[in-house]
C-alpha cells in the first residue's frame, strides 16, 4: 500500500524542540521531492519545506525559517521536520506530502499534531 | 512571501456552477505553470483536484476544471452537487522555490 505515516507531534512547552518523522511505504521517497504543510486548528494550509531528491539545497517557509530543518533517510524511507524554539503559533497538524511533480501534492499522511502549550 | 488571494466563501445550488479564484504575482501564478487546487472535507486530508493550473488527475470528476489569466487562477465546477460541499485550497510554486497557498474557500452547496 502506498502510504505515508507521520509521527513525532504531541504536547510541548514554549521554547521546546520537536522532531516529526514521515515513514513511506509504497513508494521511494529517491523518486520524489517532498514537503511538509502544516494547519492550524480551523485554519488554513501553509507551506512549511521541501526537500528535494538530488541533493539541492531545501527550502522553508518566511516566518519558519531559521527554526525549522528538514531532512531525509533515503536507506529508511523517511522524511524529518526537526523545529526548534517553538511558540503557540506553531500549534498545528503537520502533514507530510509527496510531490509528483511538478507540484501536484498527490499523496498526504494522516498527520501528526503538535501542540505548543505550557 | 504572501499568501493566494482567494475568496473566503462561495455558494451555490445543485446543478449550478461556480468559480473560485484564486490571485497571486507574476512570482508565483503568473509565472510558472504550476497552480494545483485541494478539495478538503473537514477532519479528513486535502485531494488534489487540480495541478499544472489545468490538468486533472485520474479519478477527479471532469465537472472540475482549471484556468488560468494573468496572475490569477481559477477552479470551476460545473453541475454542482452536494457533495462538493468542502474547502479548497490552490497552491503556486514561486520563484524563490518555494510554495504558497491561498487562504482557502469555504464551498456551501444551497
Known amino acids: 500500500e502506498v502510504r505515508l505515516v507521520e509521527s513525532g507531534g504531541g504536547l510541548v512547552q514554549p521554547g521546546g524542540s520537536l522532531r516529526l518523522s514521515c515513514e513511506a511505504s509504497g513508494f521511494s521517497i529517491n523518486d520524489h521531492f517532498m514537503h511538509w504543510v502544516r494547519q492550524s486548528p480551523g485554519k488554513g494550509l501553509l507551506w512549511v519545506s521541501h526537500?528535494?531528491?538530488?541533493?539541492?539545497?531545501?527550502t522553508y517557509a518566511d516566518s519558519l525559517e531559521g527554526r525549522i530543518t528538514i531532512s531525509r533517510d533515503t536507506a529508511k524511507n523517511t522524511l524529518y521536520l526537526q523545529m526548534n524554539s517553538l511558540t503557540v503559533e506553531d500549534t498545528a497538524v503537520y502533514y507530510c506530502v509527496r510531490d509528483s511533480p511538478h507540484s501536484r501534492f498527490d499523496l498526504w499522511g494522516q498527520g501528526t499534531l503538535v501542540t505548543v502549550s505550557s | 512571501q504572501s499568501a493566494l488571494t482567494q475568496p473566503a466563501s462561495v455558494s451555490g445550488s445543485p446543478g449550478q456552477s461556480i468559480t473560485i479564484s484564486c490571485t497571486g504575482t507574476s512570482s508565483d501564478v503568473g509565472g510558472y505553470d504550476r497552480v494545483s487546487w485541494y478539495q478538503q472535507y473537514p477532519v479528513t486530508v486535502p485531494k488534489v483536484m487540480i495541478y499544472?493550473?489545468?490538468k486533472r488527475p485520474s479519478g477527479v470528476s471532469n465537472r472540475f476544471s482549471g484556468s488560468k489569466s494573468g496572475n490569477t487562477a481559477s477552479l470551476t465546477i460545473s453541475g454542482l452537487q452536494a457533495e462538493d460541499e468542502a474547502d479548497y485550497y490552490c497552491c503556486s510554486y514561486t520563484s524563490q522555490n518555494k510554495w504558497v497557498f491561498g487562504g482557502g474557500t469555504k464551498l456551501t452547496v444551497l
Open positions: 499544472e493550473d489545468t
Open positions: 526537500s528535494t531528491n538530488h541533493g539541492t539545497t531545501p
